[in-house]
């Protein structure tokens, strides 16, 4: 680095995944924050009347993905993986007009929609 000292920081962005400090753990923040934008771009594209199987449809295949990229490989602690499994949910209550105390696990049932993203996350918390 022709002998410049470098400058300690708190967070690292790496292939698009923000890696914090000394641990090396991922901070989910900015990739729910670009999720959110995602689903409220299909929102509003769709409307209010729009069909709901469509929409979990078009959320699955277009903002998924961005949840979950680099989740493989990334180590990851309760409160992270609670925060991701928040963020999905709150895509089906607000697809399906769900009051946000009910549980949507039924609905995720019933749709056939517990993504294997999702679940593989279960096995890897530190």
């Given at each position: ?56 449809h078009l ?68």
């Amino acid at each position: 680095m022709n002998c410049m000292p470098m400058s300690w920081v708190n967070k690292v962005k790496y292939l698009g995944l923000h890696f914090l400090g000394p641990s090396g753990k991922v901070d989910p923040t900015n990739t729910i924050r670009t999720f959110y934008g995602q689903f409220n771009n299909i929102m509003s594209v769709l409307g209010k009347g729009s069909n709901e199987m469509t929409t979990v449809h078009l959320v699955k295949t277009y903002c998924l993905p961005t949840l979950t990229y680099g989740c493989e490989n990334a180590v990851f602690c309760d409160n992270t993986l609670w925060k991701i499994n928040v963020t999905w949910n709150n895509c089906f209550r607000h697809i399906f007009n769900c009051c946000w105390r009910e549980s949507v696990k039924p609905l995720q049932y019933f749709c056939s929609d517990r993504p294997n993203e999702i679940s593989f996350l279960e096995k890897d918390v530190c």
